[in-house]
């Protein structure tokens, strides 16, 4: 965009650089939110893993279970358990990075926008500013023909 007053010139290429930043920032929080997601759609899988074994162990069923086929499902279950502390441990880190990414996306926004109004602000002053002149060069010129 083209400004006119000085000041809002030089503020139009901080507000470029700002947006920049802006969309940057908004995208590291998109990819964030997508691993985020990833990430506890695995946990919620180990969960249903979980509850099948065990679900599988303490279900009756019309064939024998033999203690060795228990004590595997057991071995089995433990390590999700391991899996799925691994997991949380990981999501608690994202959750802890998507949060500074969207503080950090809120205040690129929101610096971006104070500069956009600031230079609006100052562009319509300098409008205001032509429009005062141009109107006392109309009226001292009136003057003179009188």
Known sequence: ???HHPRARRLGVVLDLTRREEKDALQRWGDIQQRLTAEQ???TQLDSYIDDYRRQITTPSASAVSAGNIHNSLD???QIESALLQQETQITQLEAQ???ARNAYLETHNKA???EKMIDRLEKEHQQEINRRE???SDEW???RR
Do not use: P, V, W
Request: proline residues 0%; without cysteine; glycine residues 4%.
């Open 76 to 78: 089995f279950i433990q």
């Open 41 to 43: 759609e695995k946990r």
């Open 98 to 100: 998507n949060t500074s």
């Open 113 to 115: 926008d104070a500069l």
């Open 1 to 3: 965009m083209g400004y």
């Open 142 to 144: 009136a003057n003179r």
């Open 135 to 137: 109107q006392q060069e």
